[in-house]
């Protein structure tokens, strides 16, 4: 019997590690499902992602199970720069908010203007 508790007590730190590991890979796994849902997502709504990091203590987080947060960055199709925070799990969709413009170029130049648009006739012509 002493034996048997012996063996059992060895075995429990490779339990511990082992669940320890499947967290983070199971975290590691659900990120990157994340950043494809996300980018989808911005790219959907005709804008461009510039950056995504996680906040696991963004806006929302109090209380939360299953959601993870994240802060981005993108463009908008004007050329304004947003800051926000979208929720998302692999369960449900991806949810914006506090969505801030952080920088706004809409007021260009006539040229800047036509240079852009030359750019996007280019961009849906190549499609």
């Known amino acids: 019997m002493d034996e048997e508790l012996s063996h059992a007590l060895q075995m429990e730190p490779f339990i511990v590690i082992a669940i320890i590991a499947l967290a983070i890979i199971f975290r590691l796994v659900a990120g990157s499902f994340d950043g494809e849902r996300v980018e989808n997502y911005v790219r959907d709504m005709g804008c461009e992602l510039i950056d995504k990091s996680w906040d696991p203590f963004g806006p929302g987080w109090f209380g939360e199970k299953d959601s993870r947060i994240y802060e981005i960055v993108y463009r908008d199709r004007e050329g304004r720069v947003h800051r926000a925070h979208v929720k998302t799990s692999m369960m449900s969709g991806v949810y914006l908010t506090n969505d801030h413009v952080v920088e706004d170029r809409s007021e ?13 006739l280019a961009e849906l012509e190549g499609k």
């Open 108 to 120: 260009r130049s006539v040229e800047e203007e036509k240079a852009e648009l030359r750019r996007r």
